[in-house]
């Protein structure tokens, strides 16, 4: 298959991402939907690296893949510290780092 | 050495002298700041002897000398340089200011000598001796400029010298700003001249003069009149006199020092200076004539009527100084000199014996309370008298010599003079009656309680100081007058200084007699080679015709006071309230404060509280300033509202702005 | 065959984000991510890229989601709050917008550089052993980076998630608990006080006080670490 199947496939997934990113109001799925994103940005990365020959697209999947592991990581951990502190679990409930 | 080293000197003693007085004022304890100040105006005086002598020492056709130090500013045209001139003109006047300077300065070591401000006002009284040197001696324009403003505002510092009494404040504010008014007008007149002559110099500038204007040409007429300006505010002409009344606010020493004998004759020293111009701009001179007349016309009226003694002194100033300005803008230039000269001696004598008086008043200076201090003060007395009578121009004081000259010439040169010329002598008349009116009214009659207990040998003290203006209740502290006040009889430096004035004033005017010497003529001499007026003097005949007159008025002024006030008492009184409109119109001064207040003063103020009120509040405040934080405000809010802390319009704004450069990107690509 | 395989996969992917996204239950969306990952997975064999396959299926679709999967279980939020108001419209549409450019960007513009079918195959392409010789020599740098951002990720998650208030007035004031919390654990069990050396320090300490002061009451001991 030509690369800009792939290519497409890996826009279409991360456009699919972003719109849930921007509708959903649970944070565990907010942060399910990066994840999303940042998958359709490791196929691009690959199909890239096939198409040139080059490993370094998939050392960079890979790395993405450590980066996204870390992030998930922090993440539920902030999601459980606000579960324990009895304070609603949406996105638009928590807005005080504002100004 | 060359007379300008001399002249150099002259202004470097009491340069010094200010320097170290007011650099030292932590260290000079009691009245050595007063010793110092003095010996500096001493070797002035020394000084000026020496360039007087060593300018003897040339020919009269090579008196004029300039020395330069350095330049000020040599662009643009402007050739202004850091010159004096020694001329007749400038000795003259050099020796008579620093001769009279170094009495006074005598004088007040003993009077402030209880003034806790007596390091300062040292200070201040050899700088402005300073100011007073460089204007005199200043060889261009800019120098007289810059002589003129420092002597303007050592007049400011010294009048507000009682600084916590809010009269003498006050009135070295009203002082201040009348003097600018002159100063504006000095600076205009010479912008309007060196647009025309390219110079700033004198000497230059007195040569070119022909070859740049005609006769009365408008642009040297209005140069002219802008001079005028400036000497009659610096002078108390009408209509910018109102300050010289309220400066008497000052200690006495000032009074006499600035206010009488030196820096009210810096207008007439103006317009000798300038003779050239003048000559040339005949309607300029006339002007000054006839305003010189007014005042000494006005004044006199006002000395009449007036109570506290030293106004009547001061007013007397105004009237003297109308004489000698008459007399320059007329052409008698050596004859408004020299009347300045025995002005200087007996009008610094009258105050240095009013401040006597006034001290044995207990710092009283209302002639209403005052009596009887004939026997109280006797050396005081006699000094009032050889001034009164100087002053009234009774032979064979200086006074009498000097008046006359001017209005002899005045006479002899007819027409438009010889009527300012019989403004002269009622104005001889209206002397002798104020003088003798103060005379009589303070040392003739019942002694007075504070007289009385003098006689007794016991100074009279007021229980609680007070201005003697407005009766406000003051301390003796720092910023008023000390807690001593001294009278002649009891201080030796007041005496030497009162005698040698008196001396002077009985002797000074015989190196000028009709006829038989005419030592000052002959030294001003070289000075007005070319002037026309110069030439023309009264023959003898004429002059001792008009030195018969004069004194007679002056008598008939004095024969009235008497009447008036000696032989029948109650008689002033009476005649007061049977002339009550003009007696309350001399005594508001011919209301000119008034009518300053009403066409100057409230539209200036008026116009500041409109600008204030709309211009600075609305239009800049709120309009500008405000109009610039409110669209800051504005603008910072409405930026502020991204800043939701919703996560989601965050990362919307994210998608946005990536759809948008992605977009750009896609644009530019094809 | 290929292709089949492609599309198959691509379908899979795209429905299971889209299943992500729009699926109440947060547990429903978590597994539908799980399939996603897998399609994903089998695309990246589809491109010759092994490792990172097995990686996704091993280490994302395994571990992470297991995270994920506990996670959801412990803090649940079933009941799902309706979108907020204008985002429900117009986050679609911006996702929209950025969805077109992009494909207007690939297949418009008839890039040269991802028209036909890409490099020669080389032996060995997206094994293990090239991938890992790449991560030890060209790629050491990413490599050790990575191993300190899971070091600061798996701290920060311990540090954000940890209680940190202490007891609460009820548990302090329960004797009960309190004689539980201070009692002496016996000798050589390896508690923290005794590998500080702090429990003979506290020992001799006590036998001191006890010879001096008979009827000293016993206070809790101040070595014991919580």
């Not at chain 2, 009135?171 to 700003?177: E, N, T």
């Not at chain 2, 103006?270 to 050239?276: G, K, S, T």
């Not at chain 2, 200087?344 to 001290?359: H, N, T, Y």
């Not at chain 2, 009120?613 to 669209?631: F, K």
Request: charged share 15%; with cysteine; net charge neutral.
């Amino acid at each position: 298959m030509a690369i800009g199947w792939y290519l497409t496939v890996s826009a279409l997934i991360f456009c699919i991402g972003a719109s849930g990113v921007l509708t959903r109001r649970n944070p565990l799925v907010v942060l399910l939907c990066l994840e999303l994103m940042l998958n359709a940005a490791n196929l691009a990365l690959v199909a890239f690296a096939r198409m040139w020959g080059n490993e370094a697209g998939q050392i960079f999947a890979l790395i993405v893949m450590v980066v996204a592991a870390c992030e998930v990581t922090v993440g539920l951990g902030l999601i459980v510290a606000i579960y324990r502190r009895n304070l609603p679990i949406d996105v638009d409930e928590l807005h005080e780092l504002n100004g | 050495m060359s007379p300008t080293t001399f002249g150099w000197l002259v202004l470097l003693f009491p340069l010094l002298g200010c320097i170290v007085i007011g650099l030292g004022f932590k260290q000079l304890k009691g009245r050595s700041s007063g010793w110092i100040g003095t010996g500096a105006i001493a070797l002035s005086f020394a000084a000026s002897l020496g360039a007087l002598f060593s300018l003897l020492g040339r020919t009269p056709a090579h008196r004029e000398i300039t020395s330069t130090l350095w330049s000020y500013a040599s662009s643009v045209g402007v050739d202004a340089k850091l010159q004096i001139l020694v001329d007749p003109i400038s000795v003259f006047m050099i020796l008579v200011v620093s001769g009279v300077s170094t009495l006074i300065h005598l004088y007040s070591v003993s009077y402030m000598k209880s003034d806790r401000g007596i390091v300062r006002y040292f200070a201040y009284l050899n700088f402005f001796v300073l100011s007073m040197l460089v204007l005199v001696l200043a060889g261009n324009f800019v120098l007289l400029i810059v002589g003129w403003a420092f002597v303007g505002a050592a007049s400011y510092l010294l009048i507000s010298f009682w600084y916590r009494r809010s009269t003498a404040t006050r009135a070295g504010i009203k002082a201040f700003v009348i003097n600018v008014v002159g100063d504006v007008g000095l600076v205009l007149g010479t912008f309007f001249i060196f647009r025309d002559t390219h110079t700033v110099q004198f000497l230059a500038t007195f040569k070119d003069i022909h070859h740049v204007y005609h006769k009365d040409s408008t642009d040297l007429v209005a140069g002219c009149v802008l001079f005028l300006v400036g000497a009659f505010a610096k002078s108390a002409q009408v209509p910018l006199h109102t300050w010289l009344p309220d400066a008497m606010e000052g200690p006495t020493p000032v009074s006499s020092l600035i206010h009488a004998a030196t820096m009210v004759t810096a207008g007439v020293y103006l317009i000798v200076r300038l003779h050239p111009l003048f000559e040339l701009a005949p309607t300029a001179a006339d002007v000054g004539a006839i305003v010189g007349c007014l005042t000494l016309l006005i004044a006199g009226s006002i000395g009449v009527v007036v109570t506290d003694i030293k106004r009547v002194i001061a007013y007397s100033t105004m009237s003297q100084i109308g004489y000698m300005i008459m007399g320059a803008s007329a052409g008698a230039y050596s004859a408004a000199l020299f009347h300045l000269m025995t002005h200087a001696f007996f009008k610094a004598l009258l105050f240095m014996a009013a401040g006597s008086i006034i001290g044995a008043m207990a710092g009283d200076q209302s002639l209403d309370r005052m009596r009887g201090f004939r026997k109280a003060l006797p050396f005081t007395f006699i000094c009032f008298l050889v001034g009164g009578l100087a002053l009234s121009g009774m032979p064979p004081f200086s006074g009498w010599l000097s008046k006359d000259d001017i209005i002899g010439y005045l006479s002899h040169r007819g027409g438009l003079f010889f009527v300012l010329a019989i403004g002269g002598w009622i104005g001889a008349f209206i002397t002798g009656l104020y003088t003798f009116r103060m005379i009589f009214r303070a040392f003739f009659g019942d002694p007075c309680p504070e007289a009385q207990e003098l006689e007794h040998g016991h100074l009279a003290h007021a229980e609680v100081p007070r201005n003697p203006m407005n009766g406000e209740v003051e301390d003796t502290d720092v910023g008023f007058p000390g807690p001593e006040h001294v009278i002649a009889e009891r201080e030796w430096p007041m005496r030497i200084a009162m005698s040698i004035l008196a001396l002077l004033a009985v002797v000074g005017g015989f190196i000028e007699i009709p006829g038989v010497d005419h030592v000052i003529s002959t030294f001003l001499a070289p000075s007005f080679v070319g002037s026309k007026l110069a030439a023309e003097q009264p023959s003898t005949k004429d002059a001792w015709i008009g030195l018969i007159i004069t004194p007679i008025l002056g008598l008939a002024g004095i024969t009235i006071a008497y009447r008036y006030y000696i032989a029948r008492v109650g008689a002033s009184t009476k005649l007061q309230e049977r002339f009550a409109p003009l007696h309350n119109f001399l005594v508001n001064k011919w209301y000119f404060d008034e009518l300053i207040d009403l066409v100057v003063v409230r539209p200036a103020l008026m116009a500041g509280q409109l600008t204030e009120s709309v211009l600075e509040r609305v239009v800049i405040g709120e309009g500008v300033t405000g109009g610039v934080v409110g669209a800051v405000r504005a603008g910072s809010a409405a930026v502020r509202r991204a800043q939701t802390g919703f996560l989601r319009y965050y990362a919307a704004a994210i998608i946005l702005g990536l759809s948008c450069v992605a977009l750009y990107f896609l644009i530019s690509s094809t | 065959m290929s292709a089949v395989l492609f599309f198959i996969a691509a379908i899979l992917a795209i429905s299971g984000a889209i299943g992500v996204v729009t699926l109440r239950n947060p547990f429903y969306s978590v597994l539908a991510l799980v399939g996603h990952l897998v399609a994903l997975a089998a695309l990246f064999l589809l491109l010759r890229a092994e490792f990172v396959a097995a990686a996704q299926v091993v280490v994302y679709a395994g571990a992470v989601m297991v995270l994920y999967v506990f996670v959801v279980a412990y803090v649940g939020g079933g009941e799902e709050y309706a979108a907020g108001a204008a985002l429900r419209i117009l986050g679609p549409l911006f996702a929209l917008a950025l969805a077109v450019e992009l494909c207007i960007a690939m297949l418009g513009t008839g890039l040269s550089g991802i028209s036909g079918k890409g490099a020669p195959y080389v032996l060995g392409f997206g094994t293990p052993r090239q991938i890992g010789r790449l991560f030890l020599t060209d790629y050491l740098f990413p490599f050790e980076a990575a191993s300190l951002l899971l070091l600061v990720a798996a701290i920060g998650a311990v540090v954000l998630a940890r209680r940190r208030r202490g007891l609460d007035e009820e548990e302090a004031a329960d004797p009960d608990f309190q004689r539980r919390l201070h009692q002496r654990r016996p000798t050589f069990t390896g508690t923290m006080a005794e590998g500080a050396g702090l429990r003979v320090a506290i020992e001799e300490i006590e036998q001191v006080r006890a010879a001096v002061t008979e009827n000293a009451p016993s206070r809790p001991p101040t070595g014991v670490t919580e």
